[in-house]
């Protein structure tokens, strides 16, 4: 996705309302491994149901969910700076990297060249070389309908 309406969580908050047109998840189970969905809810859909299915109680998960009627493409922030300041905390306390998740309709060039294509619609790719690509991922079973 390019062109993003905001280029910062920072700048987002300003003219977005929490729990109107968006919505943060946060849970710190301790665990060394965060699973993120920056572009969760309506925002890039399904997103956030494959994280937190792959979450689970064992790993952190953090989600932010665009619930706006219309127009959710607008929440979307790049991965890269997305620093909504909750999000930055628990990466920081997490050892490996970030799984990212996004959808497939990108299109090849707007996926990064590790990512691990899982049809129709999902990938995933980890930033970290202790954290092989899709380790997570690919060791659950998680169903992801149309």
Same mark, same amino acid.
């Given at each position: 996705?390019?062109?993003?309406? /905001?280029?910062?969580? *920072?700048?987002? =908050?300003? *003219?977005?309302?929490?729990? &109107?047109? %968006?919505? $943060?998840?946060?849970?710190?189970?301790?665990?060394?491994?965060?699973?993120?969905?920056p *572009?969760g809810?309506k &925002?890039?859909p399904?997103?956030?149901? $494959?994280?937190?299915?792959?979450?689970?109680?064992? %790993?952190?998960?953090?989600c !932010?969910?665009?619930i706006?009627?219309?127009?959710n493409? +607008? #929440?979307? &922030?790049t991965?890269?700076? !997305?620093?909504? @300041?909750?999000?930055?905390?628990?990466?920081?306390?997490?050892?490996?990297?970030? #799984?990212?998740?996004?959808?497939?309709? *990108?299109?090849?060039?707007?996926?990064?060249?590790?990512?691990r294509? +899982?049809? @129709?619609?999902? /990938?995933?790719y980890? =930033?970290?070389?202790a954290? @092989? +690509?899709?380790s &997570?991922?690919?060791?659950?079973?998680v169903?992801?309908?149309?």
């Open positions: 996705m390019t062109g993003d309406t /905001y280029s910062s969580f *920072h700048e987002l =908050q300003r *003219h977005e309302a929490l729990d &109107i047109d %968006y919505k $943060l998840t946060l849970r710190d189970t301790g665990s060394r491994v965060t699973i993120m969905a *572009h809810g &925002i890039e399904r997103t956030s149901d $494959l994280a937190r299915r792959i979450a689970g109680d064992n %790993y952190n998960f953090y !932010f969910e665009g706006k009627e219309k127009d493409a +607008c #929440l979307h &922030i991965s890269h700076r !997305f620093d909504e @300041p909750g999000a930055v905390l628990l990466a920081s306390k997490s050892q490996v990297g970030r #799984l990212k998740l996004g959808m497939a309709n *990108h299109g090849a060039e707007a996926r990064p060249p590790n990512a294509v +899982c049809p @129709p619609w999902m /990938y995933g980890a =930033q970290s070389p954290f @092989p +690509c899709g &997570i991922a690919s060791n659950r079973s169903p992801v309908y149309p």
